[in-house]
């Protein structure tokens, strides 16, 4: 009986040896690190006008943090539910509040308030600007030769759109407005003469704004230096260095490229470019 009792004793010792041994297996397997965190991004709304060009913000952003899912987690991307001014939002990112990233034109003053993202999202389209204007207008611009003769008209533009800034410094008359929508009926009103827009909008705009009478102009081009970054709050590094890190990468493996080309409108700028048939005004 006592032999017995003991064997029993032994086997359940062996029994508790073994639970103890898998605890400890399972405790091991088991995940060290928590969960990444889901990155949630607010981005203003895309106005009427850019339906169609201004859509690739929002989707290159999404390539670009698809990208780094492995490393930086999850993300969710959504538009602020008003549309405010471009220098409104500005402002609002710069305080943290109402949006955490934007995408816009560079300048110094922007980029002291701001964290910019110093990847160009297009190329040079923004660089290069052809001019909306009324079509009964085109033989005015045909004999225009010069810049000076070109400052006898007024451009129009947004109040503080880095590029005013750029046509004052070299002279050219501006009329503003605070509100972008608002630019294409003070052209169809005859408030100004042109409206210089970049290579890879144009094409989109005219085709929703064709039956207010505007037409391109045919022979003349700007060029000043107007690269389009994504900007975030100065303080927000982890979400700067998310986005630059993606778009690196969809640069290096093609699809910045192919997502980028398959806009119409940025294809047909480039192609416009490639021309080489209107005359050039380098501006300071």
């Known amino acids: ?21 898998l605890s400890s297996q399972l405790s091991i397997a088991e995940p060290t690190s928590p969960a990444l965190p889901l990155t949630k991004i607010i981005l203003p709304p895309i ?3 850019s339906e169609k060009s201004g859509s690739f913000f929002p989707r290159v952003l999404d390539l670009a943090l698809s990208k780094t ?34 995408w816009t034109m560079s300048n110094k003053e922007r980029e002291e308030k701001l964290r910019p993202i110093k990847i160009s999202l297009l190329k040079e389209l ?28 007024r451009a129009g533009q947004g109040t503080t759109w ?7 410094a070299n002279k050219i008359p501006v009329v503003t407005s605070a509100h972008y ?39 003349l081009m700007f060029y000043y230096d107007g690269p389009i970054y994504f900007f975030t709050n100065k303080e ?28 119409k409108g940025f294809k047909k700028g480039e192609e416009e470019l ?9 501006l300071e």
Not at 11 to 19: H, P, T, Y
Not at 189 to 214: C, M, S, T
């Open 1 to 21: 009986m006592y032999k017995l009792a003991n064997h029993y004793r032994i086997i359940v010792c062996l029994i508790a040896v073994m639970i103890s041994t």
């Open 69 to 102: 899912v492995d490393t930086y987690g999850p993300y969710q991307i959504v538009s602020y539910p008003f549309q405010l001014t471009n220098a409104r939002f500005i402002s609002e990112l710069e305080r943290k509040n109402a949006v955490n990233l934007m």
């Open 162 to 168: 880095p590029d005013t800034q750029v046509f004052r």
């Open 181 to 219: 929508e608002l630019l294409f009926a003070m052209l169809e009103a005859n408030r100004f003469d042109y409206f210089p827009r970049g290579l890879y909008e144009i094409w989109d705009e005219y085709e929703i704004h064709k039956e207010h009478q505007v037409a391109i102009e045919e022979n």
């Open 274 to 282: 490639n021309k080489h048939n209107r005359r050039l005004f380098e």
């Open 126 to 153: 923004n660089s290069y600007r052809i001019f909306l204007i009324n079509k009964k207008d085109q033989p005015k611009f045909d004999k225009i030769q010069t810049i000076e003769e070109l400052r006898e008209l």
């Open 236 to 263: 927000d590094e982890g979400l700067a260095e998310r986005v630059e890190t993606g778009l690196k990468i969809a640069i290096a493996d093609g699809s910045f490229d192919k997502l980028f080309y398959s806009y």
């Open 47 to 49: 106005e009427k006008s």
